[in-house]
């Protein structure tokens, strides 16, 4: 039977079109067929180099991103999953870096490492205060990620943020650091410092993963999104991190001052700031004592106004809590109160917090 003409221009169409797919055709018309600019192939050359960077600081690091799972104790023969999280290991000999609430009050650990291992885990040590935790691994020779310095962070910084979101192991996502100097609030109220903000999308079970800079150093760890909120992203600083694990490590806590005071933020009257040449934006006022505490031996009163600790300004409570976490217990440090409109110095030597 005579092939028809139509029958012939349809498979030459065919043929042609599989060329193109194949990369073996050229396109005679239409957009997508032209040749890029000079201009875009220098762009197309910096996105190549963004992207084999990305795919460097992933082939390094992943290795050492770990899934976590947290577990109560076992009802019905079996044992109840609290939570999903990400970690990173931090040293060869089992040492995991994660959140605090991916751990907290979990009866059974385990993690879970790219090649598909799977192994108990021990808690080394929490502290919800900064929402940081170091669990360890019954492993040993693991690949593990160099802790960087978050202190040379700058904003517009390109990041890449790696975990196991929603159970999906080894997710990447990228994007920029979009401030830096944050404060955030952990689980129990109190104020994490110096919280790097950024738009690497993050997802529930990114909590514990690496925040990476382009060389592959972990320059935070992710502890936080906003529900119903876009492109905003938290990770507590590597510096921090550094600070908290070491003594997890060692004392499997976080050793803090405790001054035996409570307060409350305080406006300090502008003419009285003058008069003492003190900031002008508030003050710390003391309104109970501990009888037994340091503060009280120290000769602190109620209606104390706490200006200054250790010289550095305390305008409010986040500036005290600050000033303390510097301040290691048992040594000594200077607290400037105003009492009865004369600025006073009190030494007190503050005692480990329970």
Do not use: C
Not at 9 to 26: F, K, M, P, V, Y
């Amino acid at each position: 039977m005579p092939t028809r003409k139509g029958s012939r221009d349809s498979d030459e169409r065919a043929r042609a079109t599989l060329n193109l797919i194949s990369g073996q055709g050229r396109a005679e018309s239409g957009k997508a067929g032209r040749e890029i600019s000079p201009q875009q192939s220098s762009d197309v050359e910096l996105l190549d180099a963004y992207s084999r960077a990305v795919i460097a600081v992933v082939d390094a690091v992943g290795p050492a991103v770990v899934s976590i799972f947290a577990g109560g104790e076992p009802r019905g023969g079996a044992a109840q999953l609290q939570g999903v999280g990400s970690g990173v290991v931090i040293a060869p000999d089992g040492y995991i870096l994660t959140n605090s609430h991916v751990v907290h009050n979990a009866d059974q650990l385990s993690a879970i490492f790219t090649d598909g291992r799977q192994t108990s885990a021990a808690l080394a040590g929490e502290d919800p205060a900064t929402d940081l935790a170091v669990i360890r691994a019954d492993a040993s020779g693991l690949p593990y990620a160099t802790l960087g310095d978050s202190g040379l962070v700058r904003v517009g910084q390109l990041v890449i943020a790696m975990g196991n979101p929603l159970g999906f192991q080894s997710t990447v996502s990228t994007g920029v650091i979009s401030a830096v100097g944050r404060a955030f609030r952990s689980q129990t109220g109190r104020l994490i410092e110096n919280i790097i903000q950024h738009t690497a999308p993050l997802n529930p079970g990114n909590s514990g993963g690496p925040l990476l800079d382009s060389r592959g150093r972990v320059i935070g760890i992710n502890t936080a999104i906003i529900p119903m909120a876009q492109g905003i992203g938290f990770s507590i600083p590597s510096n921090t991190a550094k600070w908290v694990a070491s003594q997890l490590i060692t004392r499997g806590r976080v050793r803090r001052a405790y001054l035996g005071i409570g307060g409350h933020n305080r406006q300090l009257d502008r003419r009285l700031a003058r008069l003492h040449n003190l900031q002008p934006e508030g003050a710390v006022e003391v309104i109970t004592v501990d009888p037994r505490g340091p503060a009280r031996k120290a000769g602190m009163r109620e209606g104390d106004l706490i200006v200054t600790v250790n010289e550095q300004v305390v305008a409010n409570i986040d500036d005290l809590h600050r000033s303390l976490a510097e301040a290691p217990p048992g040594e000594a440090v200077t607290l400037k109160i105003l009492r009865d409109h004369e600025l006073r110095s009190v030494v007190v030597v503050p005692v480990e917090a329970n």
